[in-house]
């Protein structure tokens, strides 16, 4: 069985618009640059050359790993149920040892944004915080120990 990607409706619309980008677009400037190259001559001491056909696997891998993504897209549903912790929850914690609270947003794996503090439902703390209810406290397993976060709020 495939894996399965979770995202919203938005996250499935920019991934298909990232992939769209990266085949029609970047991959058309790679080879340009690699035909600019090319012409150089020699191409066994052509630090361009060498750098255009790396940044074109690497192209090449981020547009399978996108395509791949979206072929098993599940869509997720957005709702206003704020009783227990699903996906697209925005959840503020209280982290007993550290004594701080701290907001995450839930998300599938494609539209994780660590800078905004949106989590995957697969990380240690989103795993965790799945199906649990507000005043619950939950076990997070982390891979340098386990710590505990009370769910103050879901939005």
């Known amino acids: 069985m495939a ?16 992939l769209d980008y990266l085949t029609k677009v970047k991959r058309a400037e790679i080879v340009e640059r690699i035909q ?13 050359y060498d750098a255009a056909r ?11 790993e996108l395509d791949y993504k979206i072929k098993n897209a599940v869509i997720i ?11 697209g929850s925005k959840v503020t914690v209280y ?3 550290f004594e701080e609270e701290e907001t995450y ?15 995957s439902n697969e990380s240690p703390v989103g795993a965790a915080l799945l199906k649990h209810k507000k005043g619950e406290t939950v076990v997070v397993k982390a891979p340098d120990g386990e710590f505990k976060l009370k769910i103050l709020k879901i939005d």
């Not at 894996?3 to 990232?18: N, P, R, W």
């Open 36 to 48: 600019e190259a090319r012409s150089h001559g020699d191409l066994s001491e052509n630090a361009e």
């Open 105 to 119: 947003t839930i998300m599938g794996t494609t539209e994780v944004d660590l800078a905004e503090n949106v989590i």
């Open 95 to 97: 982290d007993e040892e």
């Open 54 to 64: 790396n940044e074109q696997a690497a192209n090449e891998g981020e547009i399978a």
């Open 77 to 87: 549903e957005e709702t206003d149920d704020n009783s227990v912790v699903h996906l």
């Open 3 to 18: 894996d399965q990607f979770y995202m919203t409706q938005k996250g499935y619309e920019e991934a298909v618009k990232q």
